[in-house]
């Protein structure tokens, strides 16, 4: 079976790696260079935290794959060191990781997990199994294994053919069985040629790197939305690197519009960033040393879509890298099959909304 993959990051490449494995006939189109634009960068958070037991189980199974693929590099591609979440989630999750029996607990106090944050407001959930993504090497893990079918070709048509579907491109035109459309801030375009519709409005955002005093220091990965700071200021903030300290705000969408321009939203980033650091954080320097741009689809946080028409199936959300190498296997396995994975926690396409808004 022939079968198209449009995109190359980390869902995508997830996808080919599962396809290849079964034995398909398989091409992958990237515009620019594979995980080079979503899934680039040297780390993410891994939890099994979220606000749906079916998530918390996607993950547990994310968390399986994870350690074959460790296997397979011969690296150790996701850390330990748990993650902690504050704010008003925190009793939904403890209900949905509860349900799902992922072992976790609720504390008062933070100072005793060890994280920078001086104060957090109410109580903190701690994710054990939780800790940090080696993006990079997962990048490389995957590229290194799916090279022969990836071809950097922009695709800017995609065509529903009486059995299967027309995929056209820069280098030309080809046919294929189904085609995984998976292709970040592309995929609203090219699914609206096949009547499918994803949700369209984009946000710029950045996430910044800064020294720890102690580069020895190791505390867990932190997503805060308890807006302890200041109102409708959020972050999520964990290790990158020995004694390098990312965080990841949210704010004000106002100010993170696309309309705005990526410049002066980093602009408005660093500063309220560096004031934050300055203002709420112990033992880290209020110096960027890094900095990570990407877009992100508004509004929302956790969860995914899913749709098909004929042989094209579209998958699209942020926050999936955790999710990857579970959706990769899905997503392959509908393709070959003709089913529809379930979408879970999706986005209301009517207004861009997010059913929840579950915190990064």
């Known amino acids: 079976m022939k079968v198209a993959v449009v995109g190359a990051g980390v869902v995508g490449l997830s996808t080919v790696l599962s396809l290849l494995e079964f034995g398909a006939d398989v091409a992958c189109y990237e515009a ?3 995980m080079s634009q979503r899934s680039s960068g040297a ?38 060191g748990g993650t902690a979440i504050a704010g008003p989630d ?18 008062d106090g933070q100072r005793r997990l060890g994280l920078p944050d001086r104060s957090i407001g109410g109580p903190v959930l701690f994710d054990p199994a939780g800790g940090v993504i080696d993006a990079g090497r997962i990048g490389e893990f995957l590229i290194a294994r799916t090279v ?10 995609i065509e529903l053919l009486d059995s299967g579907t027309r995929v056209w491109s820069a280098g030309g035109r080809r046919d294929f069985d189904a085609c995984v459309l998976v292709a970040g801030a592309a995929t609203c375009s090219l699914a609206a040629q096949v009547e499918l519709y994803t949700p369209s ?31 409708g200021f959020t972050t999520y903030q964990h290790l990158t690197a020995p004694g390098k300290w990312a965080v990841g705000a949210h704010f004000d969408p106002a100010d993170t519009a696309w309309e705005l ?6 602009a408005t980033s660093r500063r309220l960033t ?8 112990d033992g880290v320097e209020d110096r960027i040393v890094g900095e990570l741009y990407c877009t992100v689809t508004a509004s929302w946080g956790d969860g995914y879509g899913v749709q098909r028409n004929g042989g094209v199936l579209t998958l699209y ?5 955790k999710l990857a190498p579970v959706l990769g296997q899905l997503l392959a396995d509908a393709a070959l099959s003709g089913s529809t994975p379930k979408s879970i926690m999706a986005p209301s396409l009517e207004t861009n909304e997010p059913a929840r808004r579950p915190p990064r």
Request: net charge positive.
């Open 43 to 80: 780390s993410r958070i891994f939890r099994l935290a979220h606000g749906s037991p079916e998530l918390v189980e996607l993950a547990e199974a994310a968390r399986r794959t994870y350690a074959v693929w460790s296997e397979r590099a011969g690296a150790e591609l996701v850390g330990g």
């Open 201 to 231: 409005a984009l946000f710029h955002h950045v996430r910044l790197t800064f020294p720890l005093a102690d580069p020895a220091r190791r505390p867990p990965c932190l997503i805060d939305k308890s807006e302890s700071w200041r109102p």
């Open 148 to 157: 022969p079918a990836v071809a950097l070709d922009t695709v800017y048509r």
């Open 274 to 281: 560096v004031d934050y650091v300055r203002q709420k954080l």
């Open 32 to 34: 620019a260079a594979p």
């Open 317 to 321: 959300g942020d926050n999936l890298f």
């Open 261 to 266: 321009g990526r410049d002066r939203v980093v």
């Open 90 to 107: 925190v009793g939904e999750w403890s209900v949905a990781m509860s349900a799902a029996g992922a072992p976790h607990r609720v504390e």
